[in-house]
Every structure is written in C-alpha cells, then in structure tokens.
C-alpha cells in the first residue's frame, strides 16, 4: 500500500471523527460509487461499523448492477443497509427533466430519508458524498436539495478532491475504488424530454448487455429510437472492429432501440445539463 494514501486516509478519518463528535447514529445517502463509499468507510472507521447506516435509495432509475454492487461495497465495509424506496418519477417536476431533475430527484431521497429512516433508525444526522470538485461544478443541483434538508458534507469540509477520493478508496481497499463514475439512468435522457421507466429500462438493457461484451465505462444516450453510444477513446477502435461491431448492434436493438451510434466525442460527463445551463436545448 502507498503509505501517502495510507496518511492521507488516517487524516481523512481523523477529521470526519471531529466534524461527527456530537453524531451518535449517522445516515450516508449510499449510492456504491467511490464518493459515497469513502465517506461511509470513513464514518465507519470514525464512529464505529454499528453507528453508522448505509441508506440506498431504489427507483427505476438505479441500475440492479448499481443496487448489487453498492450492497457488496457495504458488505466489505461492515455497515448495515437501509434501502428505501423512492418516487420521485411520479414528481411532473422530475418527468419534464429540465436541469433542475437532479434536484427533485435529491429532495425526494432526503425527503423519504427524514419521513421514514431517521426515527425508525435513531439516526442523529445524515450525510452525503458531495466532494470538492463538485462544489466548483455548475450541474449538480442536487446539491441545493442536500443544502435545503440540512444534510452534511463531510468529504467537502475535510477538504477532499475526487482524486484524494480515490486514493482514500485505493487505501481501504475498497472494490469500488477504480470504479468508473456510473450517473444514474436519468442522466442518459437529455433534458426536456419526459423521463419515463420505458426509458428507463432501455437504457439498463443496453448497458448491462454491453458491460457483458467487456466496455465498463460507458453511457448510452436516449434519443427516442436512436441510442448513442460514449465510450473511452481507447475502446472506439475496438468497438466498430467485427465481430464486436454486429454484437454491440444486437445487444443495444435487442434492448429496444432501432438504430444505435457511435459518439466520437467519447464519454462527456454531464453533457445534457452543461447545454441546457449555457442556453441550448439538448438533445437538439
């Protein structure tokens, strides 16, 4: 193991243990991504496994690959999960997907959260995996839903970027630790255009099939019976070679769409909402 992430990790844990002295039985909103497990990792090794509760919100835009390999992370950690259902694909806010989804997708999560976990869990706090990076992002207001419930920060207050994330993750040995950003599935829909569990799932079939053909960082963009297909540069050559070619074809109709392609552009985080924000229509 490096011993600076090593450091960095017994630091990191230090200063969460300060910022939760007055916390006796804290909530993590748990997704399984690398932010959010290295906060739970952290409150685990700052409170102690049994104060600490992994909440895993479940609708029909979390991915069953997301779900079961959030649960394994948890597993390694040694902290309990809570799954919670959530609704926030009844909210007509969410189904008209402006940038502002995240948000009503968030404050439903920390809604439920405060209806029905932290009482039935004796909970004294919650908190979520916000890193700094994120904080200089202008297409994350989820944040603003976090902000508005009062939900805590602590990777943000330690001071942590997404790449000392990752090396605290490397140094917990955590499975999640060189795991690709995975965005729920609603961020594969461009935005104004109605989010909807049809949807939904044809993109989960889409990627789980191509994730069978061995591409694990990837995205595959709704745009009606089009699917359009970001991946790494370095899996573009590969994928338009046969016989990967006809079986990326197959996999992605056979999930319900009628054309697919390639972006050349790879895989661009957050590209629906950065055009929506700077006055374009995406998906235009």
Do not use: W
């Amino acid at each position: 193991m490096n011993p600076f992430e090593q450091d960095e990790a017994g630091r990191a844990v230090t200063d969460v243990e300060h910022q939760l002295a007055t916390v006796h039985r804290l909530g993590v909103a748990f997704s399984g991504g690398v932010d959010s497990s290295v906060l739970l990792a952290l409150a685990a090794r700052a409170l102690g496994p049994g104060r600490v509760l992994a909440i895993l919100g479940v609708s029909p835009s979390l991915a069953a690959d997301e779900r079961a390999a959030a649960h394994a992370v948890a597993r390694h950690i040694g902290v309990a999960v809570a799954e919670l259902r959530t609704y926030e694909g009844d909210r007509p806010a969410y189904q008209a997907n402006g940038p502002d989804r995240c948000f009503h997708c968030k404050d439903e999560l920390f809604t439920r959260i405060g209806d029905e976990v932290v009482v039935a869990h004796g909970l004294d706090a919650i908190a979520y995996g916000e890193n700094t990076d994120d904080v200089r992002r202008n297409d994350r207001p989820g944040a603003q839903a976090a902000l508005a419930h009062r939900v805590l920060t602590p990777l943000v207050t330690a001071g942590l970027d997404k790449a000392a994330v990752r090396r605290i993750a490397r140094a917990f040995a955590l499975p999640c630790a060189d795991k690709p950003a995975a965005p729920c599935l609603a961020s594969r829909i461009p935005h104004f255009s109605i989010v909807s569990p049809l949807k939904l799932s044809q993109v989960e079939r889409a990627e789980a099939a191509l994730r069978r053909l061995g591409f694990q960082d990837l995205r595959v963009r709704h745009h009606g019976d089009i699917a359009r297909l970001e991946l790494p540069a370095a899996d573009v050559a590969r994928a338009v070679a046969d016989p990967l070619r006809s079986q990326i074809h197959a996999a992605v109709t056979g999930a319900g769409f009628q054309f697919v392609t390639l972006d050349l552009g790879g895989i661009q985080s957050g590209a629906f909402t950065h055009a929506a924000i700077s006055g374009a229509v995406a998906g235009e």
